[in-house]
């Protein structure tokens, strides 16, 4: 049987979020080794992620509806040229970014209307931004 550490109790404490009693019965089902020991608490389903990392994954969750629930729209007159979700045009844009930004302007000499619809808060302060822009 291997010899268990207080620092490797600590490390696996630190990682898994688990109790001193649980990271030391980890250890000592693996012999001492770290990751094997993560790995049976990773199965046993003990390990605890910290709330803020939860927290993070549910923002970001949020972000991703919210930008799926907001329109990106170009058009000129009762032409639509493009009408995609937000995060559709973000995407093309981060991807295709000079293509993106010379399309953009070309549209807006050539008098095609951008707007963003939806009834959320990403739509509103951008529509607020814009508005703001144009005083």
Do not use: W
């Not at 790995?39 to 549910?58: Q, R, T």
């Amino acid at each position: 049987m291997a010899t268990i550490t207080l620092e490797q109790v600590d490390l696996l404490m630190q990682r898994a979020n688990v109790s001193y009693t649980e990271a030391k019965e980890a250890l000592e089902r693996c012999n001492g080794d770290v990751v094997e020991a993560l790995l049976y608490l990773e199965k046993a389903e003990k390990i605890n992620l910290p709330k803020s990392a939860a927290s993070n994954v549910d923002k970001l969750t949020s972000l991703i509806d919210k930008l799926n629930a907001t329109t990106f729209i170009m058009k000129k007159k009762e032409k639509v040229y493009v009408n995609v979700p937000l995060s559709v045009a973000l995407i093309a844009i981060i991807l295709c970014f000079h293509v993106s930004i010379l399309a953009i302007i070309i549209a807006i000499i050539f008098g095609v209307r951008i707007s963003i619809i939806g009834e959320n808060d990403i739509a509103n302060k951008i529509n607020s931004t814009i508005d703001e822009l144009k005083k």
